[in-house]
């Protein structure tokens, strides 16, 4: 699939996740087969008003590549200010966030409260276009609430204002994430427009990604949650999915050396001090479904050094014995 000019190698990219999908995630997944990456959501109006927070998040290295910045907000002026801002990371497309559902977006008129209004989301849409070079990509959901389905009526009005893709989580924003996804609402989008539709939700394996082609005809996938503590699905998914070989899962002992080498680029990026306390969700994650990961919860969230998280890997690799 290509998005404007850029050609994506294989089917499956990284989901944007906030607090999660950072430099050093986002590298992981490259490095084990993601076909691109999107950064963690960023604020227009943080970005507007010299945040540093804001403007760190865009950060991109050059191993990761390609790369999307997605930016969220209301106001058609200052998103298209934000995306003159993001063109200049050197990313491949810029990503509007139409789908987060938590309250402090949401509650502010952004994410997913533009499913409510398909005319404003145009008009960001269209001002983006217009202020730079990059193509522009939305991130919807199927729609606010069950009584107000309208990712169709959405897609299209966003492909009239010049989008190049579009992708769809196939829930409302009122079922955040827990339901089972919709794919018939996605397979509508396909029908209905002429951009690339990628498909969001429940894609966690090489069966469920295949599933999701099946069902929706979408043109691309993307990973968020299957992803965690895993970033190795990539490489399988897309291998099996576009004729390549079928790519075992990792034994416990790469998966412990992918879990250090992620962290530890965490720690040179943030510091350790920071790093280590951001890093106790993910090894959390990698060592999910393993055998005696109950009971070192306790002592992954009390990881402070890497030196910690080195010893906690030797007890899950002695574990599995």
């Not at 990761?64 to 934000?82: K, Y």
């Not at 989580?169 to 919709?182: K, S």
């Not at 018939?184 to 069966?207: L, M, S």
Request: net charge neutral; aromatic share 4%.
């Amino acid at each position: 699939m290509k998005i404007g000019n850029t050609e994506l190698k294989g089917c499956c990219a990284l989901a944007p996740m906030a607090g999660v999908t950072d430099r050093a995630f986002r590298e992981i997944c490259i490095e084990y087969g993601a076909s691109y990456v999107v950064t963690e959501m960023v604020s227009s109006k943080g970005l507007i008003m010299g945040d540093r927070k804001s403007d760190k998040l865009m950060l991109l290295g050059e191993t990761e590549r390609p790369a999307a910045v997605q930016i969220f907000g209301c106001e058609p002026e200052t998103m298209a200010e934000a995306a003159k801002m993001a063109e200049q990371t050197g990313c491949a497309v810029i990503d509007i966030n139409m789908g987060c559902p938590a309250p402090k977006v949401a509650g502010n008129g952004g994410g997913s409260a533009l499913m409510k209004d398909p005319d404003l989301a145009a008009r960001i849409t269209e001002k983006c276009v217009n202020a730079v070079s990059l193509p522009i990509t939305c991130k919807i959901r199927s729609g606010w609430d069950e009584d107000s389905i309208n990712a169709v009526e959405m897609a299209l009005k966003l492909e009239n204002a010049g989008a190049s893709a579009i992708t769809v989580h196939g829930r409302t924003r009122r079922q955040m994430y827990a339901p089972p996804v919709n794919r018939d609402i996605i397979r509508q989008v396909k029908e209905a427009v002429k951009i690339p539709v990628i498909g969001n939700g429940d894609v966690t394996d090489v069966d469920s990604a295949e599933r999701m082609l099946e069902k929706t005809g979408c043109d691309f996938l993307m990973m968020g949650r299957g992803a965690l503590g895993a970033p190795w699905k990539f490489a399988m998914i897309n291998s099996a999915l576009c004729g390549g070989e079928i790519i075992p899962e990792p034994a416990i002992e790469e998966k412990m050396q992918i879990m250090i080498r992620h962290i530890t680029r965490m720690c040179e990026y943030k510091g350790e001090f920071i790093g280590m306390r951001e890093a106790r969700k993910h090894a959390g994650w990698y060592i999910k479904g393993m055998r005696g990961a109950a009971a070192m919860r306790q002592s992954i969230g009390s990881l402070e050094t890497l030196d910690q998280l080195k010893e906690l890997a030797e007890k899950v690799i002695d574990s599995a014995d």
